[in-house]
């Protein structure tokens, strides 16, 4: 990007790349968090499938784990493939205006970046409610008697994980307007167009 375009200083760039920094380790460490989390899953779901076939004797509590489980790691996960740039988008428009008018491509990755921001702002509001609710009442999720797990740690979960994206989103904007991309998704642009 044209130096003329920064509208920071180098101690405020200093700083936003600081944050970008710890922001992206934190991202991968909770990616890995919830690869970990899946290994764990593919053996519990073995254990109860070898036990149900071999022994007549299944694991209990999978289903309700599995489907708790998913939805946690969804939100582990999602803020590291936010800072990849491999959420689900087209980006054959943002290639060819790349090459040919930057300015409106980064215009467009702006908006991007806000829109998701909007989002993940909009998530958080009703997620940070609904584990409120299911730290005070004591919630559940299971059957009484046979398998039950507390949902507030999958709440807290959703609730971090959005927040992380949220500031990830916000900061990825940040950047753009201020001239300083980062992350994989604009090198792999720029890569390709060294490519052709």
Same mark, same amino acid.
């Given at each position: ?10 101690? +405020?760039?200093?700083?936003?790349? !600081?944050?970008? /920094?710890?922001? =992206?380790?934190?991202?991968? $460490? ?8 899946? @290994?764990? @899953?593919?053996?519990?779901? =073995? ?8 022994? =007549?004797?299944?694991?209990? /509590? *999978?289903?309700?784990?599995?489907? &708790? ?8 996960? &999602?803020?590291?493939?936010?800072? @990849?740039?491999?959420? #689900? ?13 930057? =300015?409106?491509? !980064? ?7 806000? +829109? ?19 730290? %005070?009442?004591?919630?559940?999720? $299971?059957? %009484? $008697? @046979?398998?039950? *797990? ?11 994980? #959005? ?14 307007? #201020? ?5 994989? +998704? ?5 890569? /390709?167009?060294?490519?052709?």
């Amino acid at each position: 990007m044209p130096s003329d375009m920064r509208t920071e200083g180098p101690a +405020a760039a200093s700083m936003s790349g !600081r944050l970008d /920094g710890a922001l =992206n380790r934190l991202l991968a $460490g909770m990616n890995a968090i919830g690869s970990i989390w899946i @290994l764990i @899953l593919l053996v519990i779901i =073995n254990t109860d499938s070898f036990g149900r076939t071999l022994f =007549n004797e299944p694991f209990t /509590g *999978v289903a309700e784990l599995v489907e &708790l489980s998913l939805v946690a790691i969804v939100f582990l996960q &999602l803020g590291d493939t936010i800072r @990849l740039g491999r959420l #689900t988008r087209s980006d054959g428009l943002l290639t060819i205006l790349a090459r040919r008018h930057p =300015n409106v491509e !980064r215009v467009m990755r702006i908006c991007f970046d806000l +829109a998701g921001a909007a989002l993940m702002a909009l998530i958080l509001i009703g997620a940070w409610s609904t584990m409120i609710h299911a730290i %005070e009442r004591g919630e559940y999720f $299971g059957n %009484e $008697g @046979l398998f039950v *797990v507390p949902e507030w740690p999958v709440r807290v979960i959703v609730v971090i994980g #959005t927040t992380v994206c949220l500031a990830k989103f916000v900061l990825s904007a940040w950047l753009l307007i #201020t001239g300083r991309p980062t992350g994989p +998704a604009r090198g792999a642009v720029a890569a /390709g167009f060294e490519a052709d």
